[in-house]
């Protein structure tokens, strides 16, 4: 619990200093209030709920690249994860890597997740996700999606943490998932990918992700 509570501490006393027009952005009393009762709460919060907490608080700034790095968070920040993978494409979510149990589902449309449509959960989801316009929200928000603590609290998915998805192929023949949380970031590293399975060329802004520049 200290613990925490002197982190909070130091996101409290850090970010006005290193975020340009912090109070601009975020009024100060309720910054204030905010990281007060984060405090109080703190003993009887579990971590990842600190954490989901404090990752609202920072993307309440409403600049993108002022975040808390939950979705790829590792170490204490680590939140498990579904074996699945979504992108945002013109026509809607699709599942674009799976783990091998759930490949059946590659290339698949999103068209309910939950009880609820991708839209709503999207919007349901938008306060955790720093963001400044609708685009950049929806190039963010499928990895926060696949964060089970977030999908729990926000109970989209089940008291256990299980995620239901109901996907359709090419055809319109829906079809659903249970998917089961497993572990953490490296869940991602197991997947099986559309690109591979139905060897679609590699896009060239894909082809090498942590260039700067790309030329050919």
């Given at each position: 619990?200290s613990?925490w509570?002197?982190g909070?501490?130091v996101?409290?006393?850090e970010l006005?200093v ?5 109070y601009l ?6 910054f204030g209030?905010?990281?007060a009762e984060?405090?109080r ?7 990842s709920d600190?954490?989901?907490q ?6 309440g700034?409403?600049?993108?690249h002022t975040e ?6 590792t170490?204490?920040l ?8 979504m992108e945002r494409?013109?026509d ?7 783990a091998?149990e759930?490949?059946g589902?590659?290339?698949g449309r999103?068209?309910?997740?939950g009880?609820?449509?991708?839209d709503q ?6 306060p955790?996700?720093?963001?400044e ?5 929806q190039?963010?928000?499928p990895?926060y999606?696949?964060?089970a ?15 239901q998805?109901?996907c359709?192929k ?5 079809f659903?998932l249970?998917?089961a ?5 490296e ?6 990918t559309?690109?591979k399975t139905?060897?679609i060329?590699t ?5 090498r992700?942590?260039?700067f520049?790309?030329?050919?």
């Open positions: 619990t613990r509570q002197d909070l501490d996101v409290a006393r006005p290193r975020q340009k027009d912090f952005l975020m009024p100060q009393d309720k209030r905010d990281v984060l405090k709460e703190i003993p009887q919060l579990s971590d600190i954490i989901l404090m990752s609202r608080m920072v993307a700034l409403g600049v993108a808390l790095d939950i979705a790829s968070g170490g204490a680590a939140l498990h994860r579904y074996p699945v993978r494409f013109s809607g979510l699709a599942v674009v890597a799976a091998p759930y490949q589902a590659l290339g999103v068209v309910r997740i009880s609820m449509t991708p959960v999207e919007t349901i989801l938008a955790y996700i720093p963001h316009n609708k685009t950049k929200l190039r963010a928000s990895s999606m696949n964060l603590e977030l999908m729990q609290r926000e109970k989209i998915a089940d008291a256990a943490g299980h995620l998805l109901t359709a090419a055809g319109g023949q829906e659903k249970e998917i949380p497993t572990g953490t970031a869940t991602g590293r197991n997947l099986v559309a690109a139905f060897h060329p896009e060239f802004c894909r082809k992700p942590k260039a520049y790309l030329y050919e």
